[in-house]
């Protein structure tokens, strides 16, 4: 139930209720002492107006400004890390970067919760000061269960100094108690003060590293039907957490500071009315199943206008000017950052930042003034192209060998009567057919390709759209139309990209996220195979391609690069707790118990193949026979021996995903440029209840980034390593590696001929009892030397019998088993031989 707001001219003189249990305030003995202000600002939260307390830091600043009695109409103070400013003479708060309907702040005192609700709503601040005074005349005089009238029929009774309720219109309270009549709702809770709420401390001051993120298609970003906002706003709350937990040294050196997240909008500008694409498709729109309809032009349509050259322009460059806008903003508001600027993007947004950094010019070039507006023009892209087309223009084979100074080679291609025309035409296999040297066959094969992409270039060339024409008498009815002339070209980004204006950013981004992207695709539709290992982005250095392993919308760069390395398995990016999911320990252990199994298998195999081979000895005497069956033998055994390393190679390969380590440093010269050389696919740990079905969790995957702790944590060790800080859990965790393996068990210090295991210790025997000396090791009776031949011929010796090893006291033995050893690599020390006696026969 709701309650509202009385203001405070309507209140009228409170009366006293007659007590029916003792006073809660015996004598008025209590001080009193006012209450202390904190500041509040509403949001909306799934549709409702919520008030939500701003942190300590930014609620002082508040009172301190508006306490220092020089409050102006124009008074800002910047709040939530300067990202917006508070008006303290309106008591509103606006957005600093984006736009955002202003929403209302007040400083609040006392606060009313109603039946139903589970936050608390400050009062309007000169009905909280009346509300106070009423609660210090009841505190000083001693006099509690006083009512406070309102004309609309609602009141506040004060029962004592705990004790606050606010009855709305619908409640009348009874003499006797002050209750609800019977079957009527319950009252509100007053609360005076903010003690009890989660107030924060507040974000730090200092600003390492600003990011800003794109999203992808639609204006929600998650099944919350959250906006790109306050998906960055909870994920920027995430990074702060990961970093008090995960960099706890560095911020206690104050070494460390906090990431800055901005969000990058482009859907409101698509879909607004200087496109009028929504007041387009509404005409043409069925009307059945409207929901289903109006969610796919607002979503998935996205997809196509990206791919229109007309909407495709208009997306690059609200996605350019927003973030050089924001750029030269945070600068200003910030003027003594000095970090670095890296890029981030979900879905399409991925898509749209690496083709906008694709096609940034040089780094001599790229950086531009304030107020400047650098664009890669289709002007300069053609005056390029016909440069280079003009130098590469060859009309016979000749001139092309004599351009690439092979005239010595002329006779090869006379004898074919191969003219230029046909050797286009020649593939790169019939080209090594006619007997030419690696070095001229490969700057042929070079050249041609470029002359086959300079004619394509010429021959692709479509005009998407007539010019604007106006007919002199126009016809009835009809209407002009305004058309664009659009141009494709070949480029690093294939064939189907549209020739549009790409903006210049400001900056050099230092890193480039790509969240559930669809990168990988698009290239390979527009298409290009391969971009291959010298491929790069001009100014931006490393890219990480970060996607759930359920998300239908992600795919592999690296592969991209290079289709051999198909085999390479992604980087599983490891839990923010430091560990591996439960159920993921469970698979390994699982297949390493399977390796177990079949290590056992094979060694019953060769078991058996002893016994085999031991029996035929001890009947068979031809020494040919022997030698046949021996060889028969060892060729079995090589073979079971040789599957087993096989199987043994394949299960390493399946759990090349968990340890990441390895793996990245053995790839780090496969991958090539375009990431320093390191790794540039990263897959995330799917959840237990993920596992038992793909398909079910497949949408919430691609939209689940945002939750992500072991994403953001990824972000932040990869931009907090190029500083050379690294997180706490990987330095704890090789100290103690460490220290573990320099601690050496002590030598014991028992005789030599027997070793009693170590967490056993030797049992007290009765003074009648003596313990039996140690047995000999066990004999085999040998061979009767009346056989012509050996009993066993040719066999390899086995194991020599067990002997309890001389400890030497200034080494280390290995006693019992080792934890910390695979399965496999176990070593298992003697059995205990101590504490036995001779049975005595009686």
């Known amino acids: 139930m709701q309650a509202s707001t009385p203001s405070s001219e309507t209140m009228q003189s409170p009366t006293v209720i007659p007590p029916s249990f003792p006073n809660l305030a015996d004598g008025g003995t209590d001080s009193y002492s006012p209450v202390q202000p904190h500041w509040f600002y509403s949001k909306m939260v799934d549709g409702n107006l919520a008030w939500l307390p701003f942190s300590l830091m930014d609620s002082m600043a508040l009172e301190e400004a508006c306490s220092s009695g020089d409050t102006e109409p124009d008074t800002l103070v910047c709040t939530d890390g300067g990202r917006y400013d508070v008006n303290i003479f309106n008591r509103t708060r606006h957005a600093a970067y984006w736009t955002e309907d202003p929403l209302p702040v007040r400083r609040a005192t006392w606060f009313y919760k109603g039946p139903l609700e589970s936050t608390y709503t400050p009062y309007d601040e000169r009905f909280a000061n009346k509300l106070e005074e009423e609660y210090r005349k009841a505190l000083m005089t001693g006099t509690w269960h006083r009512r406070l009238e309102f004309p609309g029929g609602e009141s506040i009774v004060i029962h004592g100094p705990n004790s606050i309720v606010h009855f709305p219109i619908s409640l009348t309270p009874t003499e006797d108690f002050g209750g609800a009549q019977e079957g009527m709702g319950r009252p509100c809770t007053v609360k005076r003060g903010a003690e009890g709420f989660n107030i924060e401390d507040g974000e730090p001051i200092k600003i390492d590293h ?15 039907l959250r906006n790109i906002t306050e998906c960055v706003d909870d994920f920027r709350s995430l990074s702060i957490q990961l970093i008090h937990s995960h960099f706890h040294s560095a911020v206690e050196d104050d070494s460390i500071g906090r990431l800055e997240l901005l969000p990058i909008s482009w859907h409101t500008s698509l879909h607004g009315d200087a496109t009028g694409i929504d007041r387009r498709l509404q005409p043409i729109t069925l009307r059945s199943i409207p929901k289903l309809r109006s969610l796919i032009n607002d979503t998935l349509l996205d997809i196509l206008f990206y791919t229109s050259p007309v909407y495709c322009q208009q997306v690059m460059d609200t996605v350019g000017s927003e973030i050089n806008r924001m750029y030269h903003l945070f600068m200003e508001r ?16 991925s898509l749209i930042l690496f083709d906008l950094l694709l096609h940034q010019p040089s780094p001599e070039k790229s950086f531009m003034k304030k107020g400047e507006v650098m664009t890669n023009t289709k002007d300069q ?7 280079s087309s003009k130098e590469k223009q060859f009309t016979s084979v000749q001139e092309l060998l004599e351009h690439l100074e092979l005239m010595s080679y002329i006779d090869v291609f006379t004898e074919e009567k191969l003219d230029l025309t046909a050797l286009l035409l020649c593939q790169e296999e019939e080209i090594e057919r006619l007997g030419l040297p690696m070095g001229p066959r490969k700057k042929i094969i070079s050249a041609l390709n470029e002359i086959r992409a300079s004619r394509n270039e010429e021959e692709k060339t479509i005009a998407c759209s007539l010019t604007k024409e106006e007919d002199d008498e126009p016809k009835p009815g009809s209407t002009n139309n305004t058309t664009t002339s659009v141009s494709y070209t070949i480029g690093l980004a294939g064939t189907g990209q549209p020739s549009i204006n790409y903006p210049v950013l ?21 298409g290009l195979e391969n971009l291959g290992r010298d491929f790069r982005l001009p100014t931006c250095q490393y890219v990480y391609n970060i996607f759930h392993p359920y998300d239908p919308v992600a795919y592999r760069l690296e592969t991209l690069l290079d289709p051999s390395l198909i085999s390479l398995r992604p980087v599983l990016i490891p839990h923010h707790k430091g560990r591996k999911r439960m159920h993921l320990e469970l698979k390994e252990a699982m297949t390493r118990v399977g390796s177990d199994l079949k290590t056992r298998f094979v060694e019953s195999v060769r078991s058996t193949w002893n016994t085999i081979y031991h029996f035929a000895q001890f009947h ?24 087993h390393e096989e199987q043994e190679g394949e299960d390493d390969t399946h759990s090349q995903t968990s340890d990441t380590s390895t793996t990245a440093s053995q790839a780090t010269s496969l991958i090539g440029q375009i990431n320093g050389g390191k790794r ?8 237990p209840i993920e596992s038992f079905n793909e398909y079910l969790f497949a949408l919430g995957a691609h939209v689940g980034y945002w939750e992500s702790e072991d994403t953001m944590l990824l972000i932040l060790k990869e931009l907090y390593a190029s500083q050379g800080i690294q997180a706490d859990t990987h330095v704890h965790h090789e100290l103690q590696v460490q220290s573990m393996s320099s601690i050496q068990p002590p030598p014991p210090t028992l005789p030599s001929h027997f070793l009693p295991p170590p ?18 090791p066990p004999t085999f009776p040998q061979p009767s030397t009346s056989f012509s031949t050996p009993l066993f011929p040719s066999v390899p010796p086995g194991p020599a019998p067990y002997q309890i090893p001389t400890i030497a006291p200034a080494t280390s033995i290995p006693v019992g088993m080792d934890p910390t050893a695979p399965p496999e690599r176990r070593d298992v020390g003697p059995p205990p031989i101590t504490g036995f006696v001779s049975k005595t026969k009686k």
């Open 210 to 224: 600003l990011v800003f993120f794109v999203h992808g298609i639609g204006a929600v970003c998650d099944f919350r």
């Open 334 to 349: 910030n003027p003594g950052f000095t970090g670095q600027v890296s890029l981030a993007g979900h879905s399409l947004g």
């Open 381 to 387: 892209k053609s005056e390029e192209k016909d440069a």
């Open 506 to 526: 400001a900056f050099h981004p230092l890193s480039f996220f790509a969240l559930g992207s669809p990168i990988a695709m698009f290239v390979t539709v527009r």
């Open 620 to 643: 068979r005497g031809a020494a040919a026979e022997q030698e046949s069956l021996e060889a028969e033998v060892d060729k079995v055994l090589q073979q079971e021996l040789k599957k």
């Open 680 to 687: 540039i696919d990263y897959v995330l740990q799917e959840k």
């Open 759 to 776: 967490p056993v210790p030797p049992p007290t025997l009765p003074s009648h009892f003596h313990p039996s000396p140690p047995a000999p």
